[in-house]
Each structure stands twice: as structure tokens, then as C-alpha cells.
């Protein structure tokens, strides 16, 4: 307990000191980096296309890496299944779309049923096993990431499915620039997901309660606090980003089949990776920061070929983590010997 | 696993090796020798791992070396193929100490994540250079060995490199290893060369999964192809550790034989059969087993001990 | 009583030795693995689950078509039993399913399986025991070539592939191409593997002296996303291409079709057979892509536009009385089910001309002397035909165009080409 005091003091107390410089290094960083962005766009469609193109697909990283994030908060280990849970609810959603809802609806109701599997999920599969071996919860989440996608080829078949396009299939244009609708929606739809969730945290009482059980379990228990109860509720709200990724990852691919977010979730824990496993902001930063590299790489870089890109990706996300071991946005954590 | 099983107990599980292909078909037979396979990565992981307390979700990656080191060998210079096993071994040492140096600087999970990117980007680099590697549609061997030969290679190769692990850990570098997994901190207070000790078991663990993919590919009747080192493979090595749980040599057993066969055997359960089998009866099945042993079979059987001791 | 019993008792034992006796002698009959006097067992490895399982619907049409065979008796009063696994499209799994089928399940032909480097991970085995794999399930060249030419490591008789092979499709293109357009400029997006990789070396090879109007081939890799699709259409288009070539596997070729028309983009599009599966088009015209005019070819006949065809109403009658579920999708068009039962027609009929006498190499000669006129689930007027020389058992496309818009279909024209591998 000691060491985590230490580490936490001398978190707080490095915010004006070197850390916390790194810290405004990064920001900085990131500031040129959005102007960068913004003078290409202005000088070239394509780039301007590709800006939003990369800051959608990114903001759908960053969203399945902020559901990563809150359940390593949570509980401290990392959710293999985070990925397919999110495609099993997309599926939930084509089926309630089947049954007549709206897509609108079926979206709604899918949160809703999502976050009920979260929280089942944490309470059934998890806690038991999670006082006993953190390894063997993480394998739990292996199993389930093999047991979902087999669950959902047997129900739904490997073929493709069709939902409607939530956003139509318009697409504005700004000068010579082309942006798909369904991109901005996808940004917009992210962002509230997220901002909602930010408010909960900072502004309700429910969001002080789990941040207190994430950080300091022991002592919340104390004041009263049920500490399980808001790790379900992590986990809830986790499901309920992934959610969100999915549904947002689908009309982005065109169509649904099992594999939707399995190339994604690799992008996720890129972002979460990248931003800082315990740094929700990081985790929405590194994925729009790795949505639009990507994006541009792709396009500007010809050496990259198609078959690099995924080696590319993690090389670079190597660098960053020899640079800054815990994360563009981690707290590196000193221990005190 | 520094304190080697009874004397006793290891001649039985000679006796049986030994006695196994005549007692069982051919097509069991490579089943027995798919478990040997595994029950060589699973070791390896198990030193990394279990010893050093360093997380690798990676570790198909280095399989993936080993198994087309093999075949490209065995394609272009008709290499004799216990030759590319032992080429296998010492490449992936190589390149399992220079995927150690970078993660000296990573720790737990972050580690895994890393790893993880090294199981799926490794695969990716046959497709690059397919003239050399095949692309996706694979390198095959010159010469492809019968069941019977795979056994014996993957349980000779077992048996060596169990007595090769037991004789390291229960040295001075088991000793170091245990050191920098119980505490880093009093490890290099007591002065444990944390790097040194850190890579080396990356080394180890990543040639011992090197010479499982050889057999791998072996047994794949000699040939590679970037669809066999799925994401999946570098999981299903976890899970066998984490199945083995630590410190014992049975454990490592049943935790092999449970990646090894479980999948195939999944897809012959009844009912849901062949058509939807495998994913979910083998997911499930690790979800259970992790459930009801969260520390691996090992634990198990420390658990039955002890109950028997009381 | 005590007398009667002890008769009754003699009697049963020598009744029980007689069956027994006999049924070891049913199934010794032949000698031959995997048939009995009432039984042919053969089996096959598909991608039931995993990333290829779209395709699971050809091994579950092929065993309905076994059992409609079965339920009129059979062929020469034995069923056919047909054991599909799994193998996740993964050869390492692959390899000991087969060997299960072959050491476990003694089944007496590999029929139908899946994906060429499954095929490639196993053809070394089954053509060193002498076992029947044939009517593969992938357009590869592979099986048509190593028959009597040595490929790695000797050749491989005892393979045969089945539907027209990817170079001689990309054949028919090139030279439709140039009829429309003689100086086309063309364009290519293709798979980064042997698939993809063959047809564009087919493609080449048809074009001949024209092969310098490809002004662009761009690769891309399974699992990529859309938008990865549409920046090499972009591409494309940027070197002026006027001509569009999909070489591609279903999803990346939906998202092309639709990533051209977003782009705003009308080029001459043509697509690879295999991604011509109406039900894929149709997904793609729900998407926004613009259809009509695309090109593509056919071998295998329509239950949509040929519903008519004896042949059609015979797969939507086998389709709903052995294979329910897939009832809805061969009612909007979904070719690999026609697919499925045109391969299970012809692998019966090669057990009706190999005779009673049931041997692997009387199947074998059987399938390797064919000249199938026909068969009712292939394009009316086409052949499936085999001899020495003749070593690809489809060698007939036709061309065919979509019109009809997002919801409309193909239509075939011209006439039949021949020859092509």
C-alpha cells in the first residue's frame, strides 16, 4: 500500500515537474500535430478527405480502447472478448432490426442489453475468478473471445448481413471536398458516447463511486461504497462503448459478418496502448491519433505496401512504448524501494 | 519443477511414450505427437512466464520462425530435418533475445500487448516476401516424415528439452529467474543482472517454441502457410500454460494435451458436432476449466496434496 | 421347455454367428475402404466456422443432394454417407482432419474440400495412399496442371479439380475487354495471394501484347478495411483507368462496388465468378454501389433468372425437402448452393459409371473420362468433360452483365466459350 501512496504523491507532485512536462510535451505534440492536419486540408481534398475518413475509423478505435481502458481500471486485466462482445451486440441489433424495430431503436435497446451482459459477464465469469488469479481471468476473457465467435457463426451463420446505414449514404460536398455522412455521423455519435460517459464519471455520484473503487477499493469499501457493484458497472459501461464501436464499425465495412471487429480490436489495444492503459482520454487520443496515421500512411507512404501496414502500426507503437513506457498519457509509476 | 518428479513416475511416462504407437492407430498416433508438440511450446512459455513473470502473448510468432525455417531449409537445401530443428532453435534464441532487449523496458501488461503485436505481425511478412516465403500459398518440405517419426522426434525432442530446462532451472539462472519474478526490486539488490537474466529467458522459451513449430510444420505434412500462425495459436499457448499452471511436469502435460486435442476432439461432440463445434465447445471448455481451476492443473494437484497430507 | 430353450438358444447363437459372418463379409466385399454393400462413406474438409465460413452453405447443399440420391436408393442400393469437418480454412487443421477421414472414418474419396492451401497442405498424402481427392472446391490451375507434370514432389493424379479455373476466367476478361475497348485503359485490384495473384497472371497472359494497358494492379490484403479498398480505387482512377478489374474474394469486392460509386467513379466493371454470387451484389447495391452494366461470368445455372430450367425447380424441391434453411437464399439467388449440388450431380454420376464393383481407381477413371451433358444444375449447354488430355473437367463460361439496378440480377450473353484454363 505504501508503494501505491508513494506513487500517487509523487504523481501528483510530479504534474509541475518533469512528468508533468513530459505531459505538456505531448500536448503540445498533439496541438501541431491538429494544426498539421488542418493546413493539409485546407491545401488538399484528398488530404481533407482522408483527415475525416482516419478521424472516423479512429474515433471507432477509440471507442472499443476506451471500453479496454475502463475495464483495466476496473479490474486490472485486459478483455480479449472486448471485441467480439461488441460484434455479438451488433448482431443483437440486426436481429431486433429483423424482428421491426427501427435502427434507431435497435440501437438504443442494444446499449441497454449490452450493458446488461457487461455487468452478468464481470459477475459470473470474472470476480470469481479474479481474487484467485488475474492470469486465469484474462484466460477466461480468451475463452470467451473463441466461445462468442462460435456462438455467433452457430446462431447467425459466417455469411454476410445488411443493416440499414444510420446515417444514409449522402455525401456533402465542400468545395472539392467529399465527405461522407455516415463519417461525421460516426464522429458525432463517438463523441456523445464518450462525453456521456466522461460526465458520468466527473459529474454523478455513481461516477465518484467508481472512481474511488478503481483507485482506492480498500478505503471506498470503508465509506460505504460496494466496490463490486461498481466494478459490474465498469464493466457494463465497457460493453456499452464496445457497443457503440460495433454498431459504428459496421456501416463503416458495409455489411456484417463475424470478423467485423477482430481487426479492430488489434487497433484498439494499439490506441489504449498508445494513449496509456489507465488514461481514458489517452485511449480516445491514441485512437483517433492512430485512425488518421493509418489513414495518411497508407495513401502518402507507397513503401507501406497493404501486407506492412499491421507490422508498421506496431512498430511504431513500439517506439512510443520504448520512449514512454507507460503510454503517451500514462503516469509512469515510481516505486520507492 | 526445479524438484523433478519421482524417479518412478518418470520411467512410467517413459514406458508409455514408448509403448504408445503400438498401441495406438496412425491417425492417434499424430494426435500423441501433436501433444508433444505443444507440451515443448508450453514448457518454453512455461520458463518465461511462470519463472520470470513476463507475459508473452507472442509466442506463435516465434513458432511461425521455427516452422518455416524448416521449410524453406528443407525446400531449397534438402536439409536433413533434425538439422532444421536445431537451425530452428538457434534462430528463434536469436530472435527471442532481441524481442527481450525492447521489453526490459515494458512490464506486464503492456508486455503482453506488445507480444500480442509480434503474433500478428509476424505472420503478415510471408505475404511480403512471397517469393522467398511462399506468400499464402505456403512452403513445403522436401521430404515429409511418416506419424511414427513425428512422435519420436516430438517426444525425444520433449524429453531433451525437459531435462535441458530442469538442469537450467534449478541452477543459478533458476535461481536468478525465480529472483526477478518474486521481486525485481530485491533481485537487483542482491545482484541479479535483471537484463541479463530477463532476455535470457525470452531466448530460452522463444528456441523452445521455435523447435515446436518445426514439428509443427512437420506435421502439417511439411507445409507452412501464414493461416496455420493465426492470432489463435499464440492464445492457445497461453491457454496450455495457464491450463499447466506452475511448477509441475504433469501439469505441463495436461495443459499441452488440452490445447492439442481439445479442438479437434470438439468437433466430433455430438449434437453440436462438426457444423458449429470447435469454437464453441473448446471456448467454453477453457472458460470452465479457468473457472473451476484457476490455477492450473499444477494448482490442482497442490490443492490434492495438501488435502491428502491433512 | 428346458429342451426347447437350449434349441432356441443354438438357434439365436447360430443366428448371431451368421449375421455377424455376414456383415463382416458385407463389408469386406469390395475390400475397398469406405464401401460396403450398403454404404459408401466419403468426406470432405470445409470452413464451417471461422473467417471463410460464408461458405459453409456448398457442403450442406452437397449432402442434400446425397440425401435426395439416397432416398431414391442410392447408387446401386448403396447411400452415400458423406462426413464434412471443420477445418477453419487453417491447414494445420486441415491435415488431421483428413487424416481422420482417412484413418478414422476409412472413407473411400476426399470429396469437395475447400480453399487451395488446404488442398496444397494435404494432396501429398492422399495422392501417396492412392485416395480420390477430387472436385475441389477452388479455381486454382494447381489440379488441372500437376496431373501429368510434376509439382512439388511428383505429380498428383489422384487430385481433380472441378469448376473453370481463375487464369482461364481472366482469359475470357481480357479478351472481352479488347472487343469493348481497344485501347482500354485498364485497372486492377487483386488479393496479395496465389488467388488473387493468379487471375491477374491469367488476365496478362490474355492480354498479350496489350498487357501494358494494365496502367495500375493494385494488392490489397484480406481482412483490410473498406476504406484501405477505396483508397486503391482511388488509385486506380488516378491513373486514368477506364477499365475496373475485381480480383477479389466477396466482402473486399462488395465494398469496391460500392467504394467506386462513392467515389463517383463509372468505370467498365468486372468481377471475378467467385464474387458473383447475386446475394454479394445485392448487398452491394444496398450500399449504394452503382450495378448496372458490371460483368462477370457464368458456368453454373440461375434459380433467379432460369427458374424455369427442370434443373432449378429440381434444386428449390431438393433445397426444401433435405436442406430447409438454405430454402430463402437459393430463392434470391445464392449460387453456391447450385454450386454445391451441381458438384454433388456430378460425383454421383462418376459412382454410376465406375459400376457396381466400387474401386478408388475405378472412381478415379471414372472422373478422369467424363463427358457430362447433363447435368441440370450447370449451365444449360455446358460440359463437363475430362479425358487424358483434357485435364480441367470445366473449361465453359459465358459472360454475363448486370441490369436491373440494386435490386435486379445477371443476365448472360453471347454465347459459350470454350476452352478455357
Redo the contacts between chains.
Sequence with gaps: MATADASRLEGLRNRGAALGGFNSVISLLLVAAAAALLVGSLRSS?FAQ?TV?GLA?GAVYGSLALALVLVYRASHIVNFAQGELAMATTYVAYQLIQWGLSYWEAFFATLGIAFVLGTVLEVVLIRPVLHRSAIAAVIVTVGLFILI??VV?WIW????K?MP?PFG?T?YHVGSV?I?RLYLGILVVVLISVLLVWALFRFTKLGLGMRAAALRPAEAELVGIRVDRMLAIGWGLAAVLGAVAGLMAEP????L???LM??ILVYAFAAAVLGGLESPAGAVVGGLVLGVSL?LI??YVPAV???L?LPFAFAVLLAVLLIKPSGLFGRRTVRRV | MRHLPALGSLVAVAAVLAALPFLL???HV??AA?VGIFFIAVLGLNILTGYTGQISIGHGAFMAIGGYTTAVLSRDHHTNLVLTMVAAFAICFVFGVLVGLPALRLSGVYLALATFALAISVP?LP?KW?NFLG????V?T?T?PSHLWLYGAAWTASAILFVLAWLILRGRVGRAFRAVRDSEIAAVASGVELPLYKTLAFGISAAYAGVAGSL?VL?????A?P??F?VVLSLELLIGAAVAGLGSLWGILVGAAFVALL??VS?SVPVIG??????VVFGAAVVLVMLLIPDGFAGLLAQVRRFARA | MAVNRRKLGALLGALLVTAVVASAAAASHTGTPGVSKNQIVIGGTF???????????IPAAEQAYYAYVNAKGGVFHRKIVD????D??????T???T??L???DHVFAVVGSLG??PI???W??LNKLKIPQVLVATGDAFWGNCVHHAC??GTKPWTLGWQPDYPGEAKLYAKYILQQNKSAKIGVIYQ????G?NYLAGLKTGLGGSANQIVDAE???L??????IA?HL?ALEKHGADTLVIFAT??AT??AL?GRT???WNPLTIVNNVSANR??EL??G???ASLNGIISTAYLASPTTQANLPGMKLAKSIIHKYAPALDQ?LAQGDGNIVYGLAVGWTFVDALQHAGKNLTRAGLMHALRNMKETNNPFVYPGMTVQTSKKRTFPMEQLKLEKWSGGAGGDWHTFGKIYSGLH
Design positions: 484528398t482522408l475518413e475509423l465467435d462460435g457463426t451463420g459466417g455469411d454476410f445488411f446505414p449514404t455525401i467529399s461522407a463503416s465495412q458495409l455489411l459478418e463475424p470478423t477482430q481487426p489513414t497508407v495513401q505496401t497493404s501486407e501496414q | 492407430s496412425a491417425y499424430a494426435l501433436q503478415q505475404l512471397s506468400g499464402r500459398d505456403g513445403q522436401a515429409t509443427f506435421a502439417t505434412n511439411g507445409f502457410a493461416d496455420e493465426a479442438p479437434t468437433s462438426s457444423a458449429h463445434g470447435q469454437d | 470452413p464451417l466456422t471461422g473467417p471463410a465460413s460464408l461458405y459453409k452453405t462426413n464434412v469437418l471443420d477453419q480454412y487453417d491447414p494445420s487443421q491435415v488431421p482432419q487424416q481422420k482417412v484413418e478414422q487451395t492451401a496444397l497442405s494435404t501429398n498424402y512439388q514432389g496479395n495471394d496465389a488467388y495473384k494488392s490489397y490484403n481482412g483490410d478495411s473498406a476504406q484501405v483508397a482511388v466477396p466482402t462488395i465494398q460500392a462513392a467515389i463517383g446475394l454479394f448487398l452491394a444496398q450500399n449504394g437464399s
